[in-house]
């Protein structure tokens, strides 16, 4: 495995449509970060080469675009989730007044895996920014803490709440809503073969976990985060 890589742990990333920095990360394999886009702003049109890429929209509502056609875009509100294949252009566009808020699953992490298509602030073809755009995070902003089996964490964002919990079974996840959005942080799903049928850094509903814990099991146990709209 690659030496762990430590420098955005600890830093937020100022960008020219907002800023994000990363709220969650195990080893290399998977990093959470958090996106805040300004109102009428937008992320470059790029794409990841050798990343998976999913995003849960936690605040505000979102226009993503996908593919290098505008035509190719759809609207998000808090709560929804997507899911980006490898290789695949996107942007993310806020068109709620106090703009949009997300989460980013980077599977693996790796800043240097971006190709800028098109960029509305002269980044094209530019890589992911450097020490010169980051300042350290301060108190002000939230960082998950890794969940321990039995002890779950809970955070508000803004009309969502976000927990982070350990399974060793089913039993508890399917109890929740279908619309309940899951994204893996650690651990796996698999057939009676061992072959991985989901696993950490996908996103998921508690719908789609139903279908798959009638055919499936969790091998060990399964680390995830969960978001449901705040009542």
């Known amino acids: 495995m690659r030496k762990k890589s430590s420098f955005y742990d600890n830093k937020v990333v100022i960008k020219p449509w907002g800023y994000e920095y990363t709220i969650y990360r195990h080893q290399n394999k998977l990093s959470v970060t958090f996106l805040k886009i300004n109102n009428n702003h937008r992320t470059s049109l790029h794409c990841h080469p050798k990343k998976k890429t999913g995003f849960i929209v936690i605040e505000?509502?979102?226009?993503?675009?996908?593919?290098?056609y505008k035509e190719n875009s759809e609207y998000f509100t808090a709560p929804s989730k997507l899911m980006i294949r490898t290789g695949l252009f996107?942007?993310?566009?806020?068109v709620s007044k106090n703009g949009v808020s997300a989460l980013e699953f980077e599977t693996p992490m790796d800043k240097k895996d971006l190709v800028r298509f098109k960029d509305d602030y002269g980044r094209r073809s530019k890589p992911y920014e450097g020490k010169n755009f980051s300042k350290s995070l301060n108190e002000n902003f939230i960082k998950f803490k890794k969940p321990i089996f039995g002890k779950d964490q809970a955070y508000k964002i803004g009309k969502v709440k976000v927990f982070l919990e350990v399974h060793k079974n089913f039993k508890k996840l399917l109890n929740k809503s279908n619309?309940?959005?899951f994204a893996i942080l650690n651990g796996k799903i698999i057939d009676k073969k061992g072959r991985n049928v989901i696993s950490y850094g996908d996103i998921i509903k508690t719908g789609t976990l139903k279908k798959l814990s009638q055919v499936f099991k969790i091998k060990g146990s399964l680390t995830v985060l969960r978001v449901s709209k705040y009542k």
Request: proline residues 0%; glycine residues 18%.
């Open 179 to 181: 619309n309940t959005i």
């Open 90 to 94: 996107h942007s993310i566009k806020g």
């Open 60 to 68: 505000g509502k979102a226009k993503i675009q996908l593919g290098l």
